[in-house]
């Protein structure tokens, strides 16, 4: 976090044409919000999963023709001071990512900074009792365009969730995603891209079994609900 604005110039310098707009563009929500689509109150979640799914999505609309995602994404909890007290720590841990001083401060003190969720060596039971859930809410139009980039003239008409939920994140599931993607890279090399080089993971494994095998390896893949109008 605290390299952010030069990981901003890096990309301009890589991406100097930031592709087409698409619209109607989806707004961020910065503030605490009731989030209707999973339940429950919502805050900004910062992390790198939103630029390497732009860089997997340029990709796919470069070399596939398909139309880019847009996407934020939020931390969600079942109550609203929990969200405000969120919101609050998160910010200031943000401003203190920023300086040195703050940097050695939040590796020194996690848990003052993430309400005590985050401490040093966490015991095998509290790790096997930790789990986690991401809920995917996508919204969409049933009929595609003849180009990636045209505009619907109406509003989206078709939502689609899909949960994905695994047991220990950080030294389970992380480590079986990282094994499987190995093996993957050696057993499947037919189906990686054929030019080699750095992609993402989305682009990579594209067309590779990855997601049927973490799905019986406990990561798993859940299609919540499909509704049109």
Request: glycine letters at 8%; charged letters at 25%; one cysteine or more.
């Amino acid at each position: 976090m605290s390299e952010v604005e030069e990981l901003k110039s890096i990309r301009k310098k890589l991406f100097p044409d930031r592709g087409p707009k698409m619209l109607p563009t989806l707004k961020h929500k910065w503030f605490v919000h009731k989030n209707k689509a999973v339940g429950g109150w919502s805050v900004p979640f910062p992390t790198a999963d939103r630029s390497v799914i732009a860089r997997s999505q340029r990709h796919f609309l470069q070399h596939n023709k398909q139309r880019p995602v847009q996407l934020f994404t939020y931390v969600t909890f079942p109550y609203l001071l929990l969200a405000l007290a969120a919101w609050v720590l998160g910010g200031l841990w943000l401003l203190a990512a920023k300086f040195k001083a703050g940097r050695e401060f939040i590796l020194k003190h996690p848990r003052l900074l993430s309400g005590g969720l985050v401490g040093f060596d966490p015991s095998e039971k509290a790790m096997n009792n930790l789990n986690f859930s991401f809920t995917l809410y996508g919204k969409g139009w049933k009929d595609k365009m003849a180009e990636p980039t045209d505009r619907h003239t109406e509003k989206p008409d078709k939502t689609l969730v899909v949960k994905v939920s695994g047991n220990n994140p950080a030294y389970g599931a992380t480590c079986v995603a990282l094994v499987l993607s190995a093996v993957t890279i050696v057993q499947q090399a037919d189906k990686m891209p054929a030019s080699g080089g750095v992609y993402t993971p989305g682009v990579a494994f594209a067309k590779t079994t990855l997601i049927e095998d973490l799905h019986k390896h406990g990561v798993k893949f859940e299609l919540v609900s499909v509704k049109e109008r």
